[in-house]
């Protein structure tokens, strides 16, 4: 994501808390003459103003939902209370990331109970007017637990599935918009549930 998006600005700056993938982003920044991109070891959580603000932040962070007794053999993968812990967690700090026409895209997973409430929408609304900003929510597939085991974990805590989803941040009044997949999409989820 980080080379990708290099080629667009002037300076690019890519955080990671694994420091073989802090080695492997800065030896792909060198084989793709990427001058402009900087890798630091660190995380995404506590930057604090530390590179400053930008126009765009990306995290495709971890956020599959497991039993916390996986979480430290599992660190790219888990993504805490629900899988979404770590994504608000994340959002938190996303006002003190942005310049004032900047924005935000997190993939993340969004929960979806039994009884069809969307959690992670609903946290959402607690949390963007406090934060000062605007989601746009691009809905992209319907995701099940791709293990036998996960899966049942996730029936026992009352989820029925969850939904693959793109967060659009940006400064505003609280606002949460969604976007649905397209028909063809809306279809194979079906299929696949």
């Known amino acids: 994501i980080l080379l990708y998006f290099a080629r ?15 080695k492997l982003a800065k030896f ?9 991109t900087e890798v630091h070891f660190g995380s995404a959580l506590d930057l ?11 995290w495709n962070l971890p956020f599959i939902f497991m039993p916390d007794e996986q979480a430290d053999e599992s660190v790219d993968a888990y993504g805490g209370e629900l899988g979404i812990g770590l994504c608000l967690d994340f959002i938190e700090t996303v006002p003190g990331l942005l310049t004032p026409k900047g924005f935000a895209c997190v993939a993340a997973m969004a929960p979806i109970m039994q009884n ?8 959402l609304r607690e949390q963007l007017a406090n934060l000062g ?4 929510i691009k809905v992209a597939q319907v995701s099940l637990a791709h293990t036998r085991d996960l899966w049942q974990f996730h029936q026992s805590q009352g989820i029925r599935k969850f939904e693959s989803v793109y967060l659009y941040l940006k400064y ?3 606002q949460l918009t969604r976007e649905e997949p397209g ?3 809306k279809v194979l989820d079906k299929v696949r549930e």
């Open 28 to 36: 792909n920044a060198e084989l793709n003459r990427q001058s402009q």
């Open 172 to 174: 505003g009044s609280g």
């Open 133 to 136: 900003l605007d989601c746009h």
């Open 48 to 58: 604090n103003g530390k590179f400053g603000k930008f126009d765009l932040v990306t």
């Open 116 to 123: 069809g409430e969307n959690v992670l929408e609903a946290r």
């Open 8 to 22: 667009k600005f002037d300076t690019a700056i890519g955080v990671d808390i694994n420091p073989r993938a802090v």
């Open 183 to 185: 028909m063809a999409r």
